[in-house]
């Protein structure tokens, strides 16, 4: 039978290999399905306090450590860019945590402005109910502007280009996977080449995707500006291509929720 597991650290490393390199992260909060010792791939020797893990989200599978997993519920994401977690009631209390957009949380109480979690108090004002996804993925993926290029990021703290569509998606309930390949197959449908771009839109490169903000302007994670950034298209795509990236792949749109 299998076990599943809530993620308990504001940020963890989704690893390939036991203390290897990092292929994604997970949020506090997001489940994992703990894998079984025969299919986990762990060879005498590897260090211990590792455990495989499948994160729920999109089917990925790697290794944290298993002192980030806990049991629990979650009733709340944080809806802002960032957010703290505090001790108590109180913005004068030194912060024990910053968690990040889409990290989840279960609040069982409210004093004040503050919602009440069993890790500490956190700002109303940054929570929404899972059960009210928003509507406008760029406009959630506009809040990580200026966001730190980070390869396999998912956090306010680094984040790369999958990470930024998966981000705007899973906040307005729309399944995706980890990885730019499988989101171009998985995403929307395809566009014809004369079809006019609209915002929520998204193009796909050899390993790199991003949103349109609107019909002359990207929205991307990139390692250009090493950050989150607005771009012309017409200056994003002759970049890529003068830079070895090649032409524009796929244009998608994604579908309208039922």
């Not at 499948?54 to 049991?71: I, M, S, W």
């Not at 629990?72 to 802002?80: D, E, F, L, N, Q």
């Not at 977690?85 to 004068?92: C, V």
Request: with cysteine; aromatic share 6%; net charge negative.
């Amino acid at each position: 039978m299998s076990e599943t597991r809530l993620v308990t650290w504001p940020l963890a490393d989704l690893c390939r290999a036991p203390d290897g390199p990092r292929d994604r992260q997970l949020l506090m909060g997001e489940a994992v399905e703990i894998r079984a010792p025969s299919s986990s791939g762990l060879a005498r020797g590897s260090p211990p306090g590792w455990v495989a893990v499948t994160a729920l989200r999109d089917g990925y599978e790697g290794f944290v450590p298993e002192a980030a997993l806990t049991t629990g519920r979650v009733t709340h994401r944080v809806c802002a860019r960032a957010t703290h977690l505090y001790p108590a009631p109180d913005i004068k209390t030194r912060e024990r945590a910053m968690l990040s957009l889409n990290a989840r949380l279960e609040v069982i109480g409210e004093t004040g402005s503050f919602a009440e979690t069993p890790q500490g108090f956190v700002p109303l004002a940054h929570l929404a109910p899972l059960d009210a996804p928003e509507s406008d993925p760029v406009r959630v993926a506009e809040r990580l502007l200026g966001t730190p290029y980070l390869w396999g990021g998912n956090s306010a703290l680094g984040i790369d280009c999958s990470g930024l569509v998966q981000a705007g998606c899973l906040a307005c309930a729309i399944p995706c996977p980890g990885d730019s390949g499988p989101q171009e197959t998985a995403l929307g449908d395809a566009l014809p080449e004369d079809a006019p771009l609209e915002r929520g839109d998204l193009l796909f490169w050899r390993g790199h995707v991003a949103w349109v903000a609107d019909p002359d302007t990207l929205l991307h994670a990139n390692a250009y500006h090493m950050a989150v950034a607005h771009e012309p298209a017409s200056e994003a795509i002759a970049r890529i291509a003068a830079q070895g990236g090649g032409a524009v792949t796929a244009r998608k749109r994604l579908k309208a929720p039922t």
